[in-house]
């Protein structure tokens, strides 16, 4: 999950996996807010990790070290901008990665995988 997958542009965000978090600088241009602002917003407490849900606050993902970077799921964001600042077009997508030797390489595996399946499913009948 890098944070350099994350493409945001005004109320967009392009992710590469649904489960990829954010940092809070794409979390400052999403909802075009000050780094400042963005914290006020975010459930967090000095005396606790990780507190509870508050659906009033923008929830981080749960972190194990207090010094861990704030990260935040896209729909949490999404949740987020709708219900308390009254933003309305929120959109998450989720980009296609980008097609390289590796890819190409499990696809040809997986085609082969799929003809001996089909062999095998023909000896059997």
Do not use: W
Not at 65 to 80: I, S
Not at 88 to 107: D, G
Request: with cysteine; charged share 20%.
């Amino acid at each position: 999950m890098s944070e350099s997958a994350v493409t945001v542009s005004a109320q967009n965000i392009t992710i590469d996996s649904p489960d990829q978090l954010i940092p809070i600088e794409a979390v400052q241009k999403i909802l075009s807010r000050s780094r400042a602002s963005v914290y006020r917003y975010a459930n967090t407490d000095p005396a606790i990790l990780n507190p509870p849900f508050n659906p009033k606050c923008l929830n981080p993902e749960i972190r194990s070290d207090k010094d861990a970077p704030l990260m935040f799921h896209p729909n949490e964001v999404a949740r987020f901008a709708q219900d308390m600042l009254g933003i309305r077009q929120v959109t998450i997508e989720v980009a296609q990665p980008a097609e390289n030797e590796t890819n190409r390489l499990l696809q040809a595996v997986l085609t082969e995988l799929q003809a001996i399946r089909s062999l095998l499913e023909q000896q059997q009948t």
